[in-house]
């Protein structure tokens, strides 16, 4: 069975920092794929970045980066240069090679400082 | 392009009684699936549709149930609602290639139900 765990419950940081959304997996699987969603308070969930397992670069969209440790089953978020419309939840998610069904984790809430 | 629609946003209802969600896709996606947000239990999957077809199921009770149209829209109904199926139900939509892999999932803005 997939696990996805994200041991963070809370974090702050100051506006225009770099933060990191610690998340590992467990799978048994060999292809799969990892993704991170922001949760604001309206509720819906919005897509950030997504790496699959046989990626070899770390993924890389804007001001976020996926650090992506394979064999210590690790897909950490990167925002770098944090703004206060950051602040959020935060979701880690993987599924299977052919997509559809997505464990998530139990999320981090992000608060951004001015 | 459209995102994903939901409707209705909020709902209240009492206890035994049916409800019926509805959820419009990006256009083009095929791919709808739907999961139960609640404070408790976090996001959990309850089901995928594809080209009408159901084809992934989490581990929820019978009472809810769901199905695709041709046109891709989904709906789900959740049948003898209890207080604990309260929550906010999302549903995603994702695009899909010729084999069916199906790629990230793009959300609506949720349904809240609440049960009384």
């Known amino acids: 069975a997939q696990k996805i765990t994200q041991t963070q419950p809370g974090m702050f940081v100051q506006e225009k920092e770099a933060v990191t959304l610690d998340c590992t997996y467990d799978t048994s699987d060999q292809s799969y794929g990892l993704f991170w969603y922001k949760q604001p308070s309206s509720g819906e969930m919005i897509f950030l970045i997504y790496q699959g397992s046989y990626d070899e670069q770390n993924a890389t969209e804007g001001r976020y980066s996926l650090n992506f440790q394979k064999a210590r089953k690790s897909a950490n978020l990167v925002i770098s240069a944090s703004q206060l419309g950051d602040s959020a939840m935060y979701f880690c998610?993987?599924?299977?090679?052919?997509?559809?069904?997505?464990?998530f984790g139990q999320g981090t809430e992000l608060s951004v400082k001015p | 392009k459209a995102g994903v629609t939901q409707t209705p946003r909020y709902l209240i209802k009492t206890r035994g009684q049916q409800v019926t969600l509805s959820c419009s896709p990006i256009?083009?996606?095929?791919?709808v699936s739907w999961y139960q947000q609640t404070p408790g239990q976090g996001l959990q999957f309850l089901f995928e549709y594809f080209s009408e077809t159901q084809r992934n199921k989490g581990n929820f009770p019978g009472r809810f149930s769901g199905r695709q149209f041709s046109n891709s829209r989904s709906e789900m109904n959740v049948s003898t609602l209890e207080l604990g199926d309260s929550a906010l139900y999302l549903c995603?939509?994702?695009?899909?290639?010729?084999?069916?892999?199906?790629?990230?999932?793009?959300f609506g803005p949720g349904t809240r139900l609440t049960v009384t």
């Open positions: 998610a993987m599924s299977r090679h052919e997509g559809g069904k997505l464990i």
């Open positions: 995603a939509s994702s695009s899909t290639t010729n084999s069916g892999r199906s790629y990230e999932q793009y």
């Open positions: 256009s083009g996606h095929r791919s």
